[in-house]
């Protein structure tokens, strides 16, 4: 029998119940759940009571997880998380009983199982993230990464209510998308279902029509937020329906665009040097930070040039990495916190800064991921790079953030750095005429993840004093 593939039901048992019928009308009977059981939706408990009775393989999402940590976070979430969200959580754990609570806790992240000859992953989010949305736009060489490191043939994933079906470096990912709160303007229940014909995996995607009209007004009598509505009856996000993002990834790389194109001052006198600009853009917004900056990126000119056989990068990368390290501690101006956001939107509006939008873009993005997270899908300018753009802001970023945590101090401890490059990987020495501080733990932690997704080697960092 053919397998029916499920995600994403949010508590909207309408939907459950016409994609089950449809599937099991089509051949379907075994059911995979992907996650997320529960929030947005009016009825939590019959769907995770639905599903304990008829999925064969499950697992436990991002908003299951949420819901069930209502009573230890749910009074520190009503200071910080969106209002309708927080209702929703609050709400939906009333709902469930002790036995929906115990289900969705005995869920694992991940299920491994073999199907029908094939290695089988099932898990909500990417396999190497639980914040990673797989879909569509994911690049090649993203999926390429996971697939190597998951060991399966085939990896069945929800999270980011997008489906699609690709097969890469052997492996066959496949996101049914959501059935209670879908996205991309149909508001439709989206599921996938799975068979193999002749040796080859077949993946067939459906929309259903459901009685979007008898979950409205549930939600309405449940007194839950209005906007939880809007979603369901949208099929839209709830950032999209407030104005916090455009709809869709097409309408994204057009408004992002837009904005690019009108904020871009693209020189006139091409003579002009770039650098004299970023120098003094970054002195008028913090003077008090030039020494660092000019020791970072010195740090990260020398990383850049002593690992070229690494990163294959040229001069005009150089560069980036030399304007994005003047330029990276400039949102310091407003404050510490995310100030590596506000130093992105500053890069990319900033009138004096002669850079085209393509620069813009690349040196903005270097800059803001000197800390914090690693890149995703719903960051600008991320979302508009291609593949090739996304592999240098990965390596430009990951030597800056190396430097950066190698002036931790602000002291300038590391007098200059040598690279050695490895099979495995790549050990850094700081040279330095006075004794180790806490720079080099700081330089691990700050830049060890994602240099190793950068290079695909590991990073070693070891002190010489001079």
């Not at 005995?106 to 190497?128: C, D, I, M, N, Y």
């Not at 006075?434 to 960092?461: C, N, S, V, Y």
Request: glycine share 10%.
């Amino acid at each position: 029998m053919k397998v029916i593939v499920v995600s994403d039901v949010h508590g909207n048992l309408p939907a459950l119940e016409a994609v089950l019928a449809h599937g099991e009308s089509r051949g379907g009977g075994p059911l995979w759940n992907g996650g997320d059981d529960t929030g947005y939706g009016p009825f939590p408990h019959e769907v995770v009571r639905c599903l304990r009775r008829r999925a064969q393989r499950a697992v436990r999402g991002n908003y299951d997880e949420k819901v069930l940590k209502v009573p230890s976070r749910g009074s520190a979430w009503r200071r910080g998380r969106h209002p309708a969200k927080v209702s929703s959580f609050l709400w939906t754990y009333d709902r469930l009983d002790e036995a929906d609570r115990a289900y969705l806790a005995g869920l694992r992240r991940k299920e491994t199982f073999t199907w029908k000859g094939l290695k089988v992953l099932l898990v909500h989010a990417s396999p190497l993230s639980p914040s990673e949305h797989l879909g569509p736009e994911t690049p090649e060489e993203r999926l390429v990464e996971i697939a190597a490191k998951a060991g399966a043939d085939l990896i069945v994933t929800g999270h980011s209510h997008r489906p699609f079906a690709r097969k890469v470096a052997g492996t066959w990912f496949v996101n049914p998308g959501s059935v209670g709160r879908p996205e991309g303007g149909d508001r439709r229940a989206s599921y996938a279902l799975l068979d193999v014909v002749g040796g080859r995996l077949s993946v067939t995607h459906y929309r259903v029509d459901y009685d979007v009209a008898a979950c409205l007004e549930a939600l309405r009598d449940s007194g839950l937020p209005e906007g939880l509505g809007q979603v369901i009856a949208e099929g839209r996000s709830l950032d999209e329906i407030e104005g916090n993002l455009p709809s869709g990834r097409d309408s994204l790389l057009r408004q992002g665009w837009r904005l690019l194109r009108a904020s871009c001052a693209v020189p006139d006198d091409p003579r002009r040097d770039p650098l004299e600009a970023v120098l003094a853009v970054a002195s008028a917004q913090v003077p008090h930070e030039m020494a660092h900056l000019k020791q970072v990126t010195g740090l990260a000119l020398r990383l850049f040039d002593d690992l070229a056989g690494l990163h294959g990068l040229g001069e005009r990368d150089r560069l980036r990495l030399q304007c994005a390290g003047l330029l990276h501690d400039i949102g310091w101006v407003q404050g510490g916190k995310k100030h590596h956001i506000r130093a992105l939107s500053m890069i990319l509006q900033e009138p004096a800064l002669p850079f085209t939008c393509r620069d813009r873009c690349l040196i903005g993005a270097v800059a803001r991921y000197h800390r914090r997270a690693l890149p995703k899908e719903r960051h600008f300018p991320w979302c508009l790079l291609g593949p090739e753009e996304r592999r240098k802001v990965l390596a430009l970023s990951a030597l800056l953030r190396v430097a950066d945590g190698l002036d931790y101090s602000h002291i300038a401890l590391v007098d200059d750095v040598a690279c050695r490059i490895g099979k495995k990987d790549v050990v850094v020495t700081c040279l330095s005429r006075r004794r180790e501080g806490p720079d080099l733990k700081r330089a691990l932690e700050k830049g060890g993840t994602l240099f190793e997704r950068a290079f695909g080697k590991e990073l070693i960092l070891q002190w010489h004093r001079l």
